[in-house]
């Protein structure tokens, strides 16, 4: 099996055989809007096979693997938001990577993406630990939240835009969930700006009437809880020097401190 079983023991896997499973669009948003609580929001989150195309990459990628990492048993299934349950601050990135998130099963966790990102975080107080390799490595994040717009590692880290159509109800809940809490959101490059943008008006945030051009420090302000763009933290991104350590610090910095002057 290219993936592993709901139930089988995985390290903070929140489903089980009984997770009721999303063949299409409609059941996302049928058993999304549906969710009374974040343990069952995740759990069915975890099991969808509503987009075909990105159900054959997850599984192929999981059952191919890479060399790297060829004695290792993939999650090879979407991946669902995890960190604080009453979070403050929730990140958001657009999807997890074939060899990361979908390996480890926890977005960000196992690639050098999330080396970068948690490292910062740890600095500024948001990560019990500077790295995040699996799912049970301890790591815990402070008062923070991360998910991703799009749930399932796509081909070329490029989802369709029926696919992201299709997932999107799921980061809908889980937002609509968080949000009395929420103060802050930060988005980890332009297109997960364009879907937090979407995500909070859906659930009630009023946002101007005109989305403001992504860049990596711009700050939005609305009904108590403040938009920041922060370039996605991507070996691309970082080894170009277009992303260095201190301009993370500075924006997760920034988030921690609005968080906290919330209260």
Known sequence: MSYVSPGSGWPGDPASPDTPVAHDAAQVAELAGGSRTLAELTARQSVCRACPRL??????????????????????RPVPGWGAEKPRILLMGLAPAAHG??????????????????????????????????????????????????????????????????????????????????????????FAWQSAWTTLREVGVRLPPRRVPFGHGVEVAADGLTLIGCYHPSQQNTFTGRVTAPMLDVVFSRAAELAESAV
Do not use: M
């Not at 159900?55 to 993939?74: H, L, M, N, S």
């Not at 299709?166 to 809908?172: G, M, Q």
């Open 101 to 190: 998130g979908n390996r480890t099963g926890r977005i960000f966790t196992g690639d050098r993406s999330g080396d970068w990102l948690f490292a910062s975080l740890h600095r500024v107080g948001l990560a019990a630990q500077e790295t995040s390799v699996r799912a049970d490595d301890g790591q815990r994040l402070i008062g923070a939240r991360v998910a991703a717009a799009v749930r399932c590692a796509p081909p070329g880290n490029k989802p369709l835009p029926q696919e992201r159509a299709a997932c999107a109800p799921w980061l809908v809940r889980e937002v609509s969930l968080v949000v009395p809490d929420l103060r802050v959101v930060v988005a980890l490059g332009s």
């Open 55 to 76: 159900v054959e990459w997850r599984e192929q990628v999981a059952d191919v693997k890479r060399r790297a990492f060829a004695d290792e048993e993939y999650w090879g």
